[in-house]
């Protein structure tokens, strides 16, 4: 028996902040860009440990209300200091991640910023699935690391750089 395909895979970094990641895919949800899949890269740093905890905490209670009740966690461990391991990391990641899911969203917001630069290089570089590459700017750092729903509207924005790039 073959397992249901993955509809959405979701990639992020996990660091020291939860929330940029919690926050990022739940406002993508509220856009209707639900993940029922999430690999999130993370290292064996003892506080990114503890984020990668909260973050799977938060999305068990967040991604039921968009319809996932059972969403898939994988995780993946990246050396932050190894420049072009990540970079070769994230493009096995993705290759992997196209062979299961329709469609694949990344997320460009937490980790360093190679990381990102490296997020956004691969999905404009492929011709991969990507649907969406958002980096959730944070206006003011006063609201770093609290979750979404307490955050005013005007003190953050969802980007899809993707879209920013097609323009």
Same mark, same amino acid.
């Given at each position: 028996?073959?397992?249901?395909?993955?509809?959405?895979?979701?990639?992020?970094?996990?660091?020291?902040?939860?929330?940029?990641?919690?926050?990022?895919?739940?406002?993508?949800?509220?856009?209707?860009?639900? *993940?029922?899949?999430?690999?999130?890269?993370?290292?064996?740093?003892?506080?990114?440990?503890?984020?990668?905890?909260?973050?799977?905490?938060?999305?068990?209670?967040?991604?039921?209300?968009?319809?996932?009740?059972?969403?898939?966690?994988?995780?993946?461990?990246?050396?932050?200091?190894?420049?072009?391991?990540?970079?070769?990391?994230?493009?096995?990641?993705?290759?992997?991640?196209?062979?299961?899911?329709?469609?694949?969203?990344?997320?460009?917001?937490?980790?360093?910023?190679?990381?990102?630069?490296?997020?956004?290089?691969?999905?404009?570089?492929?011709?991969?699935?990507?649907?969406?590459?958002?980096?959730?700017?944070?206006?003011?750092?006063?609201?770093?690391?609290?979750?979404?729903?307490?955050? *005013?509207?005007?003190?953050?924005?969802?980007?899809?750089?993707?879209?920013?790039?097609?323009?």
């Amino acid at each position: 028996m073959q397992s249901k395909p993955v509809h959405r895979s979701w990639i992020t970094v996990v660091g020291w902040s939860p929330m940029a990641v919690v926050n990022t895919i739940w406002q993508a949800c509220e856009q209707g860009v639900v *993940p029922d899949r999430i690999v999130l890269l993370a290292s064996p740093d003892e506080k990114v440990r503890q984020s990668v905890q909260t973050v799977t905490h938060y999305l068990h209670e967040i991604l039921p209300r968009y319809g996932v009740e059972k969403p898939k966690f994988d995780e993946v461990p990246i050396d932050e200091n190894n420049f072009m391991g990540f970079w070769n990391t994230l493009k096995s990641v993705l290759k992997k991640e196209s062979q299961i899911a329709q469609g694949i969203v990344i997320d460009a917001t937490a980790g360093r910023k190679y990381m990102s630069a490296f997020a956004v290089m691969q999905s404009i570089s492929s011709n991969l699935p990507i649907e969406h590459v958002y980096y959730n700017h944070m206006i003011t750092q006063r609201y770093h690391d609290v979750p979404y729903p307490l955050i *005013p509207r005007p003190a953050h924005q969802l980007y899809d750089l993707l879209r920013l790039f097609r323009r």
